[in-house]
């Protein structure tokens, strides 16, 4: 089933009854809206912007048992925070086991399959637009276990270099020139996504394969969600070949960002909504720290108009 995402750009209060949650708004002028009632277990992801959102502790509680992953955004309108359930698989303490136990050359090599997919999947992406692509495509066959020549760096150099038109001079940096604001936003959106199917899966989002920071709280989120990113690219790209301006995130660009959750994608050579495929992904991934499989199942990026 695919969950829904809620944005929440003006004030509302939000609570729960009867299982379900209620959303109350309010007109320009201040008056209540007709409130709203919403099935809980049909939501997959909350976004709180505005500051005058109220939530009760019992929705956060209802919505933390049901997985729904809840993002709070900072002041300049960009996901700052993410509410996550400390549980949400019925055997996590042996899948946590199973993850803590994993040896590292099991978690080198399956660094070295995620970093092989992100590359094919940049180059695909680039394809698409008539770029040239046999060096990406030779430096993700290079890739090694751990990915110790950094082929990764090599290939995020010419795809940054290469995806926006020349005039643009696009430099990817977090604290960079638009259209990084929209690239920042929908990478947020997407980690969180990871982030809900990790736990979902009864993995510990904390312990990466790769990213190690004290301060991370969702490093393999940040492994797992980078084939990925060449989908929240594609989204970018559009809004800039489309000529809208995207120098603020305004509230038509973020609806369509909100929608990265249901992109159709391509894994396991089935189309799959991304939100349904990423559980996929986590589920292989749980295999692989079982021992039962070797290989985490990603996406292949295929544009519609390669079909």
Known sequence: ???????????????????????????????????????????????LEHPQVTITHGLM???????????SCSSNYLPSGLLMPLSGNTIQAERFRAQLESSEPLRKQLWQQTIMMKIRNQAAHLKANNIEVQNMYHWANSVKSGDTE??????????????????????????????????????????ATIARNLVASGLLPTLGIHHHNRYNAYALADDIMEPYRPYVDKVVLDIVKSGEPYEELTTELKRKL???????????????????????TTTSLVRCFEGEIRKIIYPEYIEAADE
Not at 61 to 71: G, S
Not at 157 to 172: D, L, T, V
Not at 258 to 280: A, F, H, K
């Open 258 to 280: 909100l929608n990265i959750p249901v992109l159709d994608i391509y894994i396991d050579e089935q189309r799959s909504p991304l939100m349904v495929g990423m559980q996929r």
């Open 1 to 47: 089933m695919i969950k829904k995402t809620l944005f929440f750009g003006n004030p509302a209060y939000l609570n729960t009854k009867d299982e379900q949650m209620q959303v109350q708004l309010y007109d320009e002028q201040g008056n209540k809206c007709t409130p709203k009632s919403i099935p809980i277990e049909d939501v997959g992801i909350i976004v």
């Open 150 to 191: 950094n082929h990764e760096a090599r290939a995020a150099a010419y795809y940054w270099g290469n995806i926006f038109p020349s005039e643009m001079n696009f430099r990817r940096e977090r604290a960079g020139l638009p259209p990084n604001n929209l690239l920042n936003y929908g990478y947020a959106i997407l980690r």
């Open 61 to 71: 509680q209802k919505l933390t048992e049901n997985n729904v992953a809840l993002i």
